[in-house]
């Protein structure tokens, strides 16, 4: 009897048993974490339209502009004088150690609108008083003097005239060709007389004449007048010779007037170049060294 064969491992297949197939997994979606802050608020969209206007607002801007000017002016100013500071609507530097401001005008400022000069003002400081040009040597009377002196008074502006005077002519024929034209009254500034030329005279010639039109002003309108001229002119050639009258000294762009501590100032032209509400050229700012009282006494009663 034949025994059967036992097949060889390698021939024998092998059956394994198929793995279930795996299910697909599913898909998770992660929720995304809330960040708190949602752009579609109302209040939201108020607080930006807020802030938009605030920042084109010509407010916003002008206040800080104004923050960075006045921040520039100051760190500008360090060391400056401070009894000397600028005044932008004015258009120059003016001492500030002084209460009474003025001007003086004649023709080169063409017609005045008086009511804005008196109008016009900044930190205090506004036009008190003007000195008027009515004659000049003997025969020349100031075209705009006649509606200056009538206009300048109605705005509460004190008034004084001057005469421009020429050496090489008549001191006592200019005087009364002056008071031809000029009648102070109560309340007026003291009349004065403009001298800041030779004219090819001798300095003694000068003075001579000069007195005499002092005396016969004084002696009209019983007031002493004032004299005008320049630092350096005063200096040369009326130091000593005229110190009982009232002086009206120019000298420009400086923080104090250094005439000499014996010099009768009471009037300083420190300023040619301001500009003034009213008038449309440039024009002389003035001071006046005492206070109100004394401004007030020194007017002709």
Not at 6 to 23: E, L, M, Q, Y
Not at 177 to 192: M, T, W
Not at 207 to 212: D, F, G, P
Request: aromatic residues 16%.
């Amino acid at each position: 009897m034949t025994t059967p064969k036992t097949p060889s491992p390698s021939k024998i297949k092998r059956t394994v048993a198929a793995k279930p197939a795996a299910k697909p997994r599913a898909r998770v979606t992660k929720k995304k974490k809330n960040s708190g802050f949602n752009y579609n608020n109302p209040r939201f969209k108020t607080g930006v339209v807020i802030v938009l206007l605030v920042l084109l607002s010509p407010f916003y801007y002008g206040y800080v502009l104004n923050f960075f000017s006045s921040t520039w002016r100051w760190v500008r100013n360090i060391g400056a004088n401070p009894h000397y500071r600028t005044y932008k609507s004015f258009a120059i530097d003016i001492p500030t150690k002084y209460s009474i401001h003025g001007i003086d005008v004649s023709y080169a400022q063409g017609k005045i609108d008086w009511k804005k000069v008196a109008a016009m003002e900044e930190d205090s400081v506004r036009i008190r008083f003007a000195f008027i040009k009515a004659t000049e040597g003997l025969l020349t009377v100031d075209p705009y003097f006649k509606r200056n002196w009538r206009e300048a008074p109605k705005v509460g502006i004190r008034c004084g005239a001057y005469h421009f005077f020429r050496a090489y002519k008549s001191g006592l024929w200019q005087a009364r060709f002056f008071l031809q034209n000029v009648n102070p009254e109560s309340g007026d500034l003291p009349c004065v007389v403009d001298v800041e030329r030779l004219d090819n005279i001798a300095p003694a010639v000068m003075r001579k004449e000069l007195q005499a039109f002092l005396n016969h002003v004084e002696k009209r309108t019983g007031v002493k007048p004032i004299i005008y001229t320049g630092l350096s002119f005063y200096k040369d050639y009326l130091e000593g010779a005229f110190d009982g009258y009232a002086l009206w000294i120019a000298h420009y762009n400086r923080h104090e007037l250094k005439a000499g501590a014996n010099t009768n100032w009471w009037f300083w032209q420190h300023s040619e170049t301001a500009r003034v509400n009213g008038i449309n050229h440039t024009v002389d700012f003035n001071v006046f060294k005492g206070d109100s009282v004394k401004f007030e006494n020194f007017l002709i009663r």
